[in-house]
């Protein structure tokens, strides 16, 4: 549902198709299959009965009707403001709208399987990490930074992002980093951790005011209780180009250092990107060859995390048969 329509959805496997394919024929790194996780390890992020809807969610739908295998479940109500939201409802309409932010992120055949997928994906890159890789890609799909402990939306159904935080964390990292570069502000991600002071996140992001996910994401929004001075946002206007935003990313990575990071997750959405359907920052594909020397000067142990993004085989470089050279991935 977009705009009071049903349109195509923009979150597709060609996205992850595409990047899969150009990682190959770069050869930027070994790619391998995620290790499959127990579902256990997501309790470190997400509710109980949050993950119980989830993985059930698409048998009780057809089972509420055998047509509804043809058709997609989207919620149509909200406990919003004075409604209660402790009491689990019977009623599958109820729960979906309890566990959901919007109506845009349909729940299908396929959804549960496609985010444990990228919940393992995200967790395997995070172990590599703590097992010694300087850096670790995680190609995750849906992507995960609008996801809360119990709620989806945004098309996010696990947060990736803040799965490979904790399981750093597990792992020994004592301060870990979430540096969320998506368009849109990672609300979840946020929310998940704005009373913790073992992880730091920032974002850079569409001013709310404007745009999604429109709640959160403000700059006055610094965390709560042991997690106060542990959040910051980076709200930016509709058509901010690379120089302003290099500059507050540049920011950000000073506060990272200030905290006394050990270890970095960065939400990498490249729909920051000018040609982007849904966005409106307007950098470059050149530009992204400078966001990563930037990012590896931080000199952290770091999990990259696929976001969102969704003209990702428009940023190619315009010589067709430029690639980084090997001196390029090895400063990297």
Known sequence: MFRGELVPCFEVPARVDH?????EKRRLGLVVVPEAFDGSVLLGVHSQRYLDFLASAWDEWVGLDVANAERDALPSVWPVRTLRSEVLPSNFAARMGLFSMDAGSPLTSGTWEAARAGADCALSAAVAVAGGERAAFALTRPPGHHAGADFFGGYCFLNNAALAAQQLRTQGFERVAILDLDYHHGNGTQAIFYERADVYFTSIHGDPQTEYPFYLGYADELGAGAGRDFNRNWPLPRGTGFDVWRATLQQALSDIAKFGAQAL???????????????????????????????????????????GGYAVADVVFSNPGMSLKAEEVENF
Do not use: C, H, N, R
């Open 19 to 23: 990047v899969l394919a150009e990682l």
């Open 265 to 307: 997750v960065v939400s990498l959405g490249m729909d920051t990107f000018v040609g982007d359907p849904i966005a409106g920052f307007t950098l470059q594909t050149q530009d992204y060859l400078q966001v990563g020397e930037d990012l590896a000067k931080a000199g952290l142990p770091t999990v990259f995390v696929f976001e």
